[in-house]
């Protein structure tokens, strides 16, 4: 599976950007997909996820303002970020492809290149 993600960018605080992430094959056969981001000087975090079934997950700190979707007929994974801070500022990572390391913990495959986003204050 080959991710390509786009939609980084340079945003005031309270802005709104739209990731988006292309594959290589039909996301029906990806048993799910997500994102994750890594600030300067940190670890990466997990974002959110969805399944091909469409069921989504977050972390605690996006929840409420962060959306993931998928579009099936263009096989592309979608992350509408909201009310952004300076917070979110990271590299943004689409992965695919998980396997359970134990309950409601994964590890995936797949990772595409990262995407900037910057939040100014």
């Known amino acids: 599976v080959q991710l390509q993600a786009s939609g980084g960018g340079l945003v005031q605080a309270g802005g709104s950007l739209r990731l988006v992430c292309t594959t290589s094959?039909?996301?029906?056969?990806?048993?799910?997909m997500g994102w994750y981001r890594q600030a300067p000087g940190k670890q990466r975090e997990f974002v959110a996820s969805?399944?091909?079934?469409?069921?989504?997950m977050y972390h605690d700190s996006v929840k409420g303002r962060f959306t993931i979707s998928n579009d099936i007929a263009k096989n592309t994974l979608y992350l509408q970020m909201n009310s952004l801070s300076p917070e979110d500022t990271a590299v943004y990572y689409c992965?695919?492809?998980?396997?359970?390391?134990?309950?409601?913990?994964?590890?995936?495959?797949?990772w595409g290149r990262g995407t900037q986003v910057t939040v100014s204050s």
């Open positions: 094959e039909n996301i029906l056969s990806i048993n799910a």
């Open positions: 969805i399944t091909n079934g469409g069921y989504a």
């Open positions: 992965v695919a492809d998980r396997t359970p390391l134990r309950p409601g913990v994964y590890e995936y495959r797949r």
